[in-house]
């Protein structure tokens, strides 16, 4: 079973940073690409950023305004999310979820095929507030 584990969500007031984490379960990150997504309540899942399994690719959504870097540590197993200048509407919880592509497509990574991702964790919280 694939399940990557988050961490890192709290509280932040505007203007600050958070780094949210992501460490898999039951594989490596030097073998999958991996996403961030975050939802907000009574809002639809938003896919904001991924990271090729080589982390030769690095993608992010329209809109974040270059605030977020996405990285990944092959030897810690983690990839991580830093979010800087944070803002109330950026309030969410933020969850990280495994490519799921056959192997032979693994590459790359993507932001409009949300079907290329599975294997959610169970998020962290984080909320922007003074």
């Known amino acids: 079973q694939l399940q990557p584990v988050e961490s890192g969500g709290g509280l932040v007031p505007p203007g600050g940073s958070r780094t949210p984490s992501c460490t898999p379960s039951?594989?490596?990150?030097?073998?999958?690409?991996l996403a961030w997504f975050r939802q907000a309540p009574g809002k639809e899942r938003e896919l904001i950023s991924c990271?090729?399994?080589?982390?030769?690719?690095?993608k992010y959504a329209a809109g974040l305004g270059g605030r977020f870097t996405i990285s990944k540590d092959d030897a810690r197993n983690t990839v991580s999310l830093r979010m800087t200048d944070l803002r109330v509407q950026d309030s969410a919880t933020y969850l990280c979820?495994?490519?799921?592509?056959?192997?032979?497509?693994?590459?790359?990574?993507?932001?409009?095929?949300?079907?290329?991702?599975?294997?959610w964790g169970q998020g962290t919280r984080v909320t922007v507030s003074s």
């Open positions: 990271i090729s399994k080589s982390g030769g690719t690095l």
């Open positions: 039951g594989f490596t990150l030097e073998d999958y690409a």
């Open positions: 979820a495994a490519d799921v592509r056959p192997p032979a497509l693994r590459y790359g990574c993507s932001l409009y095929q949300r079907n290329d991702y599975g294997n």
